[in-house]
């Protein structure tokens, strides 16, 4: 600290002591002389103080703020990529292992789906799923069995046998929807 700084705190802490002192026994501060002369004096001492301060302030450099850069959006999976992946996968090495685990996801889901629906027991819901009464869907029903339910109309049966897209990807995806039906799950 140089000795002009060490001498305006001197000055400050010395006034700001007068000051409380008044504040605290007013009737001394009758004792000072307010006189022009006095004021005239205080605004000159401000005044080259904002001076000494703007000068200061003129030889500094310039530090500006370094913005950080703006967030981007974090890209993040949406839930059942991953079954989506499986599910279009039609070649490939992986191919028979990727349906078989769609197959089980989607009988794991629907087990569960069931005995949340119906408030049944995993055997119960399991005896559903091999019978295929446990969706209205003879489709959905379906892909737990090797053919379409004796329920299903002559509409649905001709659908099935002319259909071009692969029979597995149909029936995963309706079993998929009749899944989140019974969980009352709107949208696609």
Do not use: N
């Given at each position: ?31 000072i ?10 605004g ?58 769609v ?38 029903a ?47």
């Amino acid at each position: 600290m140089s000795r002009l700084r060490r001498l305006a705190a001197g000055i400050g802490v010395a006034a700001a002591a007068v000051g409380f002192a008044f504040l605290l026994a007013p009737e001394f501060a009758g004792y000072i002389d307010t006189s022009e002369g006095l004021l005239v004096v205080v605004g000159v001492v401000a005044l080259l103080q904002g001076l000494r301060v703007v000068s200061r302030r003129r030889r500094s450099r310039v530090t500006e703020f370094d913005t950080p850069d703006p967030e981007t959006r974090q890209s993040l999976p949406t839930p059942g990529d991953d079954f989506d992946d499986d599910l279009a996968v039609r070649r490939g090495r992986h191919w028979a292992a990727r349906r078989e685990r769609v197959s089980k996801r989607l009988e794991a889901a629907a087990v569960e789906a069931i005995t949340y629906a119906e408030d049944c027991s995993e055997a119960a819901a399991r005896e559903a799923l091999g019978a295929g009464t446990w969706t209205d869907d003879p489709v959905a029903a379906a892909f737990f069995s090797d053919s379409l339910p004796a329920s299903a109309s002559l509409w649905t049966r001709i659908r099935e046998t002319v259909s071009l897209r692969p029979r597995f990807d149909r029936r995963a995806k309706r079993a998929a929807h009749a899944v989140a039906d019974l969980y009352e799950v709107s949208g696609e």
